[in-house]
């Protein structure tokens, strides 16, 4: 995983007092979210001592990282890979790299907003389906290699969905 | 004897009252700490004790407890400016001896 | 004698100990100083009962006037009257358009020089005169200590331009509570914390800052999601339309400065008339530039300044993207800033937004107002404790191969954030290395703001790639950015020189700060040992409070160390000495570091548990 902040060493899961699995309940990531963060964030520790302050910053850090990291469903399955040391490399199929290659090629055609709509609508049903998978794998058959394959290809996905929403827009602003 | 408000303390009251979107008058105590023996507390009310002994002053609720009210009795909380700044101020008639910032004061 | 204000029921303080706080607006064309008394946020007017205070600073031979008096002489002594400086804070020379400042603006290689009658003025130590001024207004309304201020900055500013503010607060001798946002402030002063929940949109149209925030407010908590502005367009882009407009006008050519000046007065006023009338005659004399007369209708100046009203719509359409939401699911809309007075702008954001906005708070007091209770709330005397979590408005990224940018920590990120990331060395025995930190959403580092060179100095001798660097990025609540590094196969901390490429380092800051002391070296010292005495016993009494709650956290061993810091702290009291009581601090700060990382996750285990029973009642 890039770039994470691994100061502290703590399940991100259990500092919200969460199950060790994909599937998540966001209504209480989102409650102890804001619980936790309501009574440790620096905001709360004006009138104290540096040390109160400084485990103020680096706890309230901690929280908003393994927030983030929980609430968003592509980097949540990597970390699970990662706490259970799985590698995330792998090499993408051929059909997936032509299938990739003709979305490519399908994006730098379009120039109206009504089919890019219709394109971005099938990337994100793929998507779903995707996901869906990702959970089955991880919760349920416990196939972490073939998480991180069906992860590449999600990764593709998504940035493609932005890619296309990003096009829609500067048609629109025009 | 009793509690009570000038006219433009009372004004000044209702004021912040309303700009504050609750409660129901103000709370007058002492407390026994400061620089000379006691000091002077006063809070917005949401919740009446029914220990408190309420006074009303042109309108406005004023609570205080049954041990404060010894030391505050006959005071007249009066709203006062001195040059830029402003706030309330305690005519209290049993201060012996006040500490100079008028905050806290012997009985 | 102290007057007595109304607190919230139990907030109530001792004399003496009371916890008063300010909020400061620092704007490009005006600045305010608010306080909140018997639960009410109010503007703190000066003597002469004017609660604006134009951010403009004179510098005479032996004189500094800040605000109306300097703006008096302006027009007689553009030279050495600065105004707008905001625009300068956190800038190099070659950032800045000095044809639009009257001053004679240097390259100071990491600052802009503002020369004076004073000598070399930096916008830092310009900006600390106003603060100053604006500390004068309030210790004049609060006859009692001042614990801090909460300073407002645009959410667009930049790391080097909230540090300059941060710095200039330090030079005006403010404790700095929180810098918070602008838009953030206002959403604040709008009671937004109470009740209502959904997305709103802060416009704010400044003097010379725009941006554009949208907030997600529930049950109390501030998310800012999406940030976007321009922290050079605002309300004198549309007085230099007009001013362009009046050009073109006189058959003379306006190159004197004092002609120019006057003009621009001329510019403004016509504006500011426009938000009244339809129309606006001008039927003028300039002296030596002759007679105007002309005429101006809202619908010409809407057609002039077009192009500035496109850049504040194709920014709400971004910051729109960015939160991935759509025009119509906007809950509200709250106008900030006295340029959003102007009737153009209020049609414009009705329009895109097909809604009333929120614009009954004063548009020039509304940060203000925000930014004070935000204080008031900080030193704990409201009653109500909304959170505030704000976002870095703009993405971190280091230098690599190739000056491309390696993004390391995302825009909207919310804060506080740290990220790590390994380095290592690519030649044998190699000690040092620079990193190169930059800001902005450009892949290549030219088109980046440079933050900061960090060197890492103190790297372990060995074979090249063996060296493994943990370079971690903390960016605070206030948004601005630290570094630390740690070598990882030996765990030597590598120590680092910051060279910031914009603003002042803190060399400078030194001496500024020792200039500024005009006090002889007794009083300076004097004064130092009593700020020191009353840290050193707050301090004692909060040690000692914690300890009473949560002593059961600790082995006896433990409490043993921290009561003999506590005792130690307490018996250099009695020998008034400063830098000893100051190491004894600093000793039992260390001795309590574990002490308040345990009290940190208690605090996380009741607040979840309370969340539980929340549900459970629920």
């Given at each position: 995983m890039w770039g994470k902040f691994h100061g502290l060493s703590q399940n991100y899961f259990e500092i919200f007092q969460l199950?060790?699995?994909?599937?998540?309940?966001e209504k209480k990531l989102d409650a102890s979210y804001r619980a936790i963060l309501s009574s440790i964030h620096p905001d709360r520790f004006v009138n104290a001592t540096e040390a109160e302050k400084t485990q103020s910053l680096m706890k309230s850090t901690l929280v908003n990282d393994a927030y983030t990291i929980l609430k968003n469903p592509i980097q949540r399955a990597e970390y699970l890979l990662e706490i259970n040391n799985v590698s995330q490399h792998v090499k993408l199929d051929n059909a997936f790299l032509m299938q990739q290659m003709e979305w490519e090629e399908r994006l730098e055609a379009e120039e109206d907003v009504v089919p890019l709509n219709q394109f971005h609508d099938e990337v994100l049903t793929d998507l779903k389906q995707k996901f869906n998978h990702v959970e089955v794998l991880l919760d349920?058959?416990?196939?972490f290699t073939g998480v991180a394959n069906e992860l590449a290809q999600l990764k593709f996905l998504a940035k493609l969905a932005q890619k296309i929403k990003d096009k829609t827009f500067l048609l629109m602003a025009d | 004897m009793a509690i009570t408000l000038t006219k433009k303390a009372a004004e000044r009251a209702e004021k912040y009252l309303e700009s504050r979107g609750k409660g129901l008058g103000l709370k007058l105590a002492v407390k026994t700490t400061g620089c000379s023996g006691m000091a002077y507390v006063l809070e917005f009310v949401d919740q009446i004790d029914p220990d408190d002994k309420v006074f009303e002053s042109h309108g406005v609720k004023i609570l205080v407890d049954p041990k404060s009210l010894i030391y505050i009795d006959g005071t007249e909380l009066d709203f006062v400016r001195e040059g830029l700044n402003e706030g309330f101020q305690f005519n209290n008639p049993?201060?012996?001896?006040?500490?100079?910032?008028?905050e806290s004061f012997t009985v | 004698m102290a007057l007595l204000q109304i607190s919230e029921p139990g907030k109530g303080t001792l004399p003496h100990q009371h916890r008063n706080a300010i909020g400061i607006d620092?704007?490009?064309?005006n600045s305010l100083v608010a306080t909140v008394q018997s639960g009410v946020a109010r503007i703190l007017p000066d003597e002469n009962h004017k609660q604006l205070i134009p951010s403009v600073v004179h510098y005479d031979a032996n004189a500094i006037r800040v605000g109306e008096e300097a703006v008096t002489i302006q027009e007689q002594d553009p030279i050495n009257t600065i105004a707008s400086v905001k625009r300068l804070m956190g800038k190099k020379f070659t950032d800045?358009?000095?044809?639009?400042?009257p001053n004679l603006l240097k390259d100071e290689g990491n600052f802009v020089g503002i020369h004076t009658k004073q000598g070399i003025k930096s916008a830092v130590e310009v900006s600390a005169e106003i603060l100053k001024k604006l500390k004068d207004i309030a210790a004049q309304h609060i006859k009692d200590d001042i614990l801090g201020a909460v300073i407002t900055v645009p959410a667009y500013f930049d790391d080097a331009q909230r540090q300059a503010t941060k710095d200039a607060a330090k030079l005006a001798g403010i404790n700095v509570l929180r810098l918070i946002n602008e838009p953030t402030a206002a959403a604040v002063a709008y009671g937004l914390d109470k009740e209502v929940e959904g997305h709103y949109v802060i416009f704010d149209l400044g003097g010379g800052t725009f941006d554009i925030s949208i907030l997600r407010l529930s049950k109390g908590l501030f998310e800012v999601i999406a940030t976007h502005g321009d922290?050079?367009?605002?309300?004198d882009d549309f007085d230099a339309v007009i001013l362009d407009w009046l050009t073109g006008h006189i058959?003379?050519?306006?190159?004197d400065v004092n002609a120019r000046q006057a003009l621009k007065s001329l510019a403004k006023r016509i504006k500011e008339q426009l938000t009244e009338t339809e129309t606006v005659v001008i039927d003028h004399s300039l002296n030596k530039l002759g007679h105007i007369k002309a005429e101006l209708s809202r619908d010409a100046f809407a057609h002039l300044s077009a192009h500035l009203v496109k850049k504040t719509v194709d920014a709400t359409r971004l910051a729109l993207k960015d939160a991935n939401l759509?025009?119509?699911?906007?809950d509200g809309v709250v106008m900030v800033g006295g340029?959003?007075?102007m009737p153009l702008i209020q049609t414009t954001m009705q329009a895109f937004f097909n809604q009333d906005l929120l614009?009954?708070?004063n548009p020039d007091e509304v940060v203000a107002l925000g930014a004070a209770q935000q204080a008031n709330m900080l030193v704990g005397n409201a009653s109500d404790q909304h959170l505030l979590l704000d976002v870095i408005p703009l993405s971190l990224g280091i230098e690599t191969m190739g000056e491309i940018v390696e993004r390391i920590i995302p825009r909207n990120?919310?804060?506080?954030i740290a990220m790590g990331q390994e380095f290592t060395t690519y030649?044998?025995?190699?000690?040092a290395m620079m990193i190169h930190v930059v800001q902005g959403e450009r892949d290549l580092v030219g088109d980046c703001r440079s933050l900061a060179k960090f060197s890492l100095k103190g790297?372990?001798?060995?074979?090249?790639?063996?060296a493994k660097i943990r370079v971690t990025f903390q960016v605070d609540t206030d948004g601005l950015l630290s570094v630390s590094a740690q070598?990882?196969?030996?765990g030597v901390q590598a120590s680092i020189e910051v060279k910031p490429s914009y603003g002042l380092d803190s060399e400078q800051i030194k001496t500024m700060l020792e200039s500024s002391y005009q006090l002889a070296d007794q009083d300076k010292e004097s004064r130092a040992l009593a700020e020191v005495r009353v840290e050193a016993l707050q301090m004692h009494d909060m040690v000692e409070k914690a300890l009473a709650q949560?002593?059961?956290?600790?082995?006896a061993q433990e409490i043993e160390k921290i009561s003999v810091a506590l005792e130690r702290l307490k018996q250099s009291l009695d020998h008034n000495r400063r830098d000893e009581i100051q190491a004894h601090m600093d000793q039992l700060n260390d001795a309590t570091q574990f002490f308040a990382q345990l009290r940190m996750d208690r605090s996380i285990q009741k607040a979840l548990t309370g969340q539980e029973i929340k549900n459970m009642e629920l």
């Open positions: 199950p060790i699995q994909y599937t998540l309940d349920h058959e416990k196939n | 049993n201060v012996k001896d006040s500490c100079g910032c008028g | 620092l704007g490009t064309t800045v358009d000095a044809t639009s400042y922290t050079r367009l605002g309300g058959d003379t050519k306006v190159d759509l025009a119509s699911e906007i340029s959003t007075r614009n009954d708070i990120s919310t804060l506080p030649k044998d025995g190699q000690t790297i372990p001798p060995m074979v090249a790639g063996a070598e990882l196969s030996t949560d002593k059961d956290l600790l082995a």
